[in-house]
């Protein structure tokens, strides 16, 4: 397989094993529609082997970790199990270590799939395979997405909880309490379910008359930008989740683009497009003027704009993310002057993300500077695989003149 490919399962119990030739720590994870576990029961591991459907079974004299999937066991409000991997070594990456996933029939041992990531380096953890519902059948996909910060990163992002105990500071002029031994370091220490060191027996409270007030905690570091306080005016370069409440969009979008001249008199016809894109950054379709729909409705353009004319967005693409094929998994939003206007002969060019549903504006980029160029890509979405989508402001500017000379450095700046 290669990323992004998919299979259809033939049997209803399949084995995963991840194999490499260091010893590799695999575990699972059963997903809802949200991208996001239940619980941390949901979180299937050598020190929690079992939940609903699946299980951890361990590898031994030579055989590697595997997650087995019962998919007749999957309790119906499950749509994927996403199967992880991580080196055993704490710190180690998977550079030249590449692993392979290889889907067995459960009971007859026979190979369904094989799949090794490509191109890996930092990663200390990886998203190797999902096992997927669609439509009623249970399909396998290749991921390969990597992780730079261990299981703990995969295990954050979907949802699964990791106690980390934070030292406490030491209070200011008290008596220096005695060394607590310091925790055991198992060598397969989990997210989610990280052990702890034996309490220390707890030392009398020292007296502390007349003892200075703890210094403020630092402030705790900024998270990701997402929808929860209203509207989003992003820098370029910036990123927003499209979440709000915690919850994804799931309902349709509406990304504008709009323009006028940056002198009076003269019109400027300008058209936007959308480039889909797969995990490879292969290009899937494009989505202008002369293609007003694609990937089965899910993208739909406004038509056509010849003058930039008028307040308000000149072209519009409506994007139904929930109705997005698998297989896209970033979007690119691009402005290109056919009759090769420079956008130095621009003024005021924007995008704008809304709402479909009730028209309201959730995100804006403004472009603050421009070039002599004939394009620009503006922004672009890609789906995390948490099922999240993220938007990040571009105005990177490029010779472009057409929606096919975009799609070559759109892909490259996915």
């Not at 999902?130 to 991921?143: D, L, M, P, T």
């Not at 497009?273 to 494009?286: H, Q």
């Not at 490029?398 to 490259?412: E, L």
């Amino acid at each position: 397989m290669t990323p992004g490919s998919n299979l259809p399962l033939p049997a209803a119990r399949v084995a995963v094993d991840v194999a490499a030739p260091v010893r590799l720590d695999v575990s699972g994870l059963l997903l809802t529609d949200q991208g996001k576990v239940r619980s941390d029961d949901d979180f299937i591991f050598y020190n929690q082997p079992t939940g609903p459907g699946v299980t951890h079974r361990p590898g031994g004299q030579g055989a590697p970790d595997a997650i087995v999937v019962d998919t007749s066991a999957i309790p119906a409000g499950i749509e994927k199990v996403v199967v992880t991997a991580s080196p055993d070594a704490a710190g180690q990456t998977f550079q030249g270590i590449e692993p392979t996933a290889t889907v067995r029939d459960a009971d007859s041992g026979a190979v369904l799939a094989a799949f090794t990531p490509p191109r890996l380096g930092s990663e200390t953890a990886l998203v190797v395979v999902e096992i997927y519902r669609r439509n009623g059948v249970w399909k396998v996909r290749a991921v390969g997405q990597g992780y730079a910060n261990g299981l703990a990163g995969i295990a954050t992002d979907f949802g699964v909880s990791v106690d980390e105990p934070a030292p406490a500071a030491p209070a200011p002029q008290a008596p220096p309490a005695p060394p607590a031994a310091p925790p055991a370091a198992p060598s397969r220490a989990r997210a989610g379910s990280a052990p702890t060191a034996p309490a220390a027996p707890p030392a009398p409270p020292a007296p502390a008359p007349q003892a200075a007030p703890a210094a403020p905690a630092a402030p705790a570091a900024p998270g990701k930008i997402n929808l929860d306080k209203g509207r989003v005016n992003l820098r370029k370069n910036e990123t927003v989740s499209l979440v709000k409440g915690g919850r994804p969009l799931l309902s349709q979008v509406r990304m504008g683009l709009g323009w006028e001249p940056a002198y009076r008199g003269k019109d400027i016809d300008l058209d936007a497009s959308v480039i889909a894109y797969g995990p490879n950054r292969n290009m899937l379709d494009a989505c202008y003027f002369g293609r007003l729909s694609i990937l089965g409705g899910a993208i739909q353009h406004s038509g056509d704009n010849l003058t930039g004319e008028g307040a308000g967005d000149d072209e519009t693409i409506t994007v139904d993310l929930g109705r997005i094929p698998a297989e896209a998994t970033g979007l690119v939003f691009t402005v290109n002057s056919f009759t090769g206007q420079k956008f130095t002969e621009v003024a005021k060019a924007y995008c704008r993300l809304i709402d479909a549903g009730s028209g309201e504006e959730l995100v804006r980029f403004d472009l603050t500077s421009a070039e002599s160029k004939t394009g620009v890509m503006m922004a672009k979405l890609i789906r995390q695989f948490s099922g999240e989508w993220e938007m990040t402001a571009m105005g990177d500017f490029v010779k472009a003149r057409t929606v096919r000379d975009m799609v070559r450095p759109a892909g490259q700046a996915l």
